[in-house]
């Protein structure tokens, strides 16, 4: 229903007034501030260890696999532990879901 219609059916409805409230409910959602969201490419991709390292499967190990030798593929199995800078950067996306 139109809302030109609802004030035609009921007068005492007051058009000033119903503004004052939106802009009263728009300041006040605004108050809250949002939600920090886990990145989800990151969590499928990092985990984070009791000791608060981060754990990441290595690369390289996907696919093409015939022409690498044991030795090298016997090494890419292994997980590996991200450090410095990226490990914080890491763990600020997953902050929120840790």
Request: glycine share 8%; aromatic share 6%; with cysteine.
């Amino acid at each position: 229903m139109p809302t030109g219609l609802l004030y035609s059916l009921f007068p005492r409805w007051n058009r000033r007034a119903n503004f004052a409230l939106n802009q009263l409910n728009l300041a006040c959602s605004v108050l809250v501030m949002p939600k920090q969201k886990t990145h989800k490419g990151m969590k499928k991709r990092f985990r984070v260890t009791a000791s608060g390292k981060i754990k990441h499967r290595s690369a390289y190990r996907g696919h093409k696999l015939s022409h690498k030798n044991g030795k090298r593929k016997r090494h890419l199995r292994a997980d590996n532990v991200v450090t410095g800078t990226e490990a914080k950067t890491i763990i600020e996306a997953l902050a929120p879901g840790m």
